[in-house]
């Protein structure tokens, strides 16, 4: 028998660990009969990563949706902002390896394009 | 409404209830909540706003994190802060020309605390209130008249504390926490890890909640995942 693998709880996280049925479509995990989607048999991580899911909180399924919201937030929160940037983002404020600070874009003579009037 | 379960009645008629119950045992009473739309429409007898947007995501989250027999136990005082008891004494201040009086007292509304025995075999509390200060001033205006004007200012308190079991494993996280909440660690053989918060005018409630749960994910930095052996009973 495999174990159900869905991640439950929301700061003690876990492993369902009921017996799977099925395999979800997206990420392969086996997924037990409560944790599969009845449509799609997707597993509710997946869900909740394509924008599936609920934002009532009186909803069970809300749990799911909401944890991968709270640990988005709580990453950037934690670790501040620049880590939410991905590396082309970053890249905009990378000068570059050979990149000086005395003399390093500009030339001695050079104003940076000012024209005096 | 009588088939409603009775903590929900109890929204209802009392604003507010204080119980322990088993983790399986939420489930009841955040269903009858769910149905509440469907079967009452006035809005006299609406649990109070507070309800959804805090009390049942905590209890969501709360019993995510609970073994099914793990007790949560809920005291939720949801009559708002002009209920009787929560007044503290008016105070005379001193004043200067042209105030005649001031007179300033405090409303300490101390609206939810939770408790959860959770199954990783820590304890972790909530403690939500409220401190309104407010002030009442009699002054003269220049033509001699009286003048009454009275200020009030809210400042939301909000306290985490997990108590990790005996012995546990534990180590200082690599970062520090957001600047906006304090944490104070007690160590000992039963570590106790603290996030304090204070919250400037009343906050929205959504916005509360998730300042909570950020304050919450502080504790458990402390724990990398794996470290604690859960608690099994004999």
Known sequence: ?117 | MERFHPLHRALIDQRGFTVSLRRDDWEPVIRSLAGHGLEVKRRKWAPPPRTATVLVPLVRVLTADMRPEGVLSVAADLRGPTAPGKATPEQQLPVRHPVKSLKQWFVIDPWLRMRAELRDGSVLEFQVTDRIRHRKLRKTNPRGKIKFKRKSKTVQLVRVIRHLPKGAAHRRPDTPPPAWFSVRVKTGSRMVIRATGKFQGPVADPELTKAILQMTTEPFRWTPPGTITPRRKP
Not at chain 1, 57 to 63: A, E, F, K
Not at chain 1, 85 to 109: C, E, I, T
Request: hydrophobic share 25%; with cysteine.
């Open chain 1, 1 to 117: 028998m495999t174990p159900c693998t869905v991640t439950t709880g929301f700061f003690v996280l876990g492993r369902c660990g009921r017996p799977s049925v099925a395999d979800c479509p997206r990420c392969r995990r086996r997924v037990c009969a409560e944790h599969a989607d009845p449509q799609s048999g997707t597993c509710p991580e997946c869900a909740a990563a394509q924008g599936y899911g609920s934002d009532d909180p009186h909803d069970p399924t809300w749990i799911v949706r909401y944890r991968r919201r709270h640990y988005e937030q709580a990453h950037a929160s934690y670790q501040g902002g620049w880590t939410t940037y991905d590396d082309y983002d970053r890249g905009a404020f990378n000068p570059g390896d050979d990149w000086s600070y005395g003399s390093g874009d500009f030339g001695a003579g050079d104003d940076g394009g000012f024209v005096d009037s």
